[in-house]
């Protein structure tokens, strides 16, 4: 018998049943309208295949907040959820990897000022839901086509050391004419910190001697992004 307020245990058949409907729905709609535990649970299915994932998927909604912080949440985090294992945390990162692979490639070797919404989309994918402050860099050809893409430093919670003597100098190795410069706020909050913007003068001022354009500064955060060039920062 089962208790007051207990969940009655999910029968095979009940499971199977559940998890028919909800990729019925996903065929039908691709996802639109579903809540971000039911999309978790299509990914789960797979890698827990005689489990009840509604619970599990709930649990990691409640606690990290969304979908795609889920998916970007560092696996230590996630296994402290209850039924989280080496299996679930292998889908959930795959599903991260072709996200970022997805927008990567909407700004590969294309003129990225041309095609800015996939820019802030790609940073976003990369970087908006990171734990510690990462610092990358986009280096662009003369007609501003991109041609590489760099981690540069990774730091704490809120601040990443970066030395603009050796931006310029990697610049100059990929023959690039212009850079666009990326960093995080694990905060959420995106607005520039005092230091934020000193250190992109310091960087402008170092590269334009050379010839190295600063296009912008994008600082992205879980809330949004900040531009400095936006905010006339540079």
Same mark, same amino acid.
């Given at each position: 018998?089962?208790?007051?307020?207990?969940?009655?245990?999910?029968?095979?058949?009940?499971?199977?049943?559940?998890?028919?409907?909800?990729?019925?729905?996903?065929?039908?709609?691709?996802? %639109?309208?579903?809540?971000?535990?039911?999309?978790? %649970?299509?990914?789960?299915?797979?890698?827990?295949?005689?489990?009840?994932?509604?619970?599990?998927?709930?649990?990691?909604?409640?606690?990290?907040?969304?979908?795609?912080?889920?998916?970007?949440?560092?696996?230590?985090?996630?296994?402290?959820?209850?039924?989280?294992?080496?299996?679930?945390?292998?889908?959930?990162?795959?599903?991260?990897?072709?996200?970022?692979?997805?927008?990567?490639?909407?700004?590969?070797?294309?003129?990225?000022?041309?095609?800015?919404?996939?820019?802030?989309?790609?940073?976003?994918?990369?970087?908006?839901?990171?734990?510690?402050?990462?610092?990358?860099?986009?280096?662009?050809?003369?007609?501003?086509?991109?041609?590489?893409?760099?981690?540069?430093?990774?730091?704490?919670?809120?601040?990443?050391?970066?030395?603009?003597?050796?931006?310029?100098?990697?610049?100059?190795?990929?023959?690039?004419?212009?850079?666009?410069?990326?960093?995080?706020?694990?905060?959420?909050?995106?607005?520039?910190?005092?230091?934020?913007?000193?250190?992109?003068?310091?960087?402008?001022?170092?590269?334009?001697?050379?010839?190295?354009?600063?296009?912008?500064?994008?600082?992205?955060?879980?809330?949004?992004?900040?531009?400095?060039?936006?905010?006339?920062?540079?």
């Amino acid at each position: 018998m089962t208790a007051f307020g207990d969940r009655p245990q999910q029968t095979v058949d009940d499971r199977a049943g559940h998890r028919q409907r909800l990729k019925e729905r996903f065929g039908a709609t691709g996802g %639109e309208g579903m809540p971000d535990y039911e999309l978790l %649970e299509l990914v789960l299915f797979r890698a827990l295949p005689r489990v009840d994932t509604k619970p599990i998927a709930k649990r990691l909604v409640a606690r990290f907040g969304s979908f795609a912080e889920v998916v970007a949440a560092p696996p230590e985090r996630l296994r402290e959820i209850d039924g989280v294992g080496s299996a679930v945390i292998h889908e959930l990162k795959l599903v991260q990897s072709a996200a970022q692979r997805i927008t990567r490639g909407a700004v590969h070797k294309r003129p990225v000022l041309s095609s800015w919404s996939a820019v802030l989309d790609y940073c976003r994918t990369v970087m908006a839901f990171e734990t510690i402050e990462h610092f990358r860099i986009l280096f662009l050809d003369k007609r501003n086509t991109l041609i590489a893409d760099e981690l540069q430093q990774s730091g704490t919670v809120d601040h990443t050391p970066v030395y603009p003597r050796e931006v310029v100098k990697r610049a100059l190795e990929l023959s690039s004419t212009a850079i666009i410069l990326i960093h995080n706020h694990p905060s959420g909050d995106p607005t520039p910190s005092r230091a934020d913007v000193e250190m992109t003068k310091q960087i402008v001022d170092v590269a334009a001697p050379l010839g190295i354009t600063v296009h912008d500064h994008l600082i992205i955060g879980r809330d949004g992004h900040a531009s400095m060039k936006g905010l006339r920062l540079i």
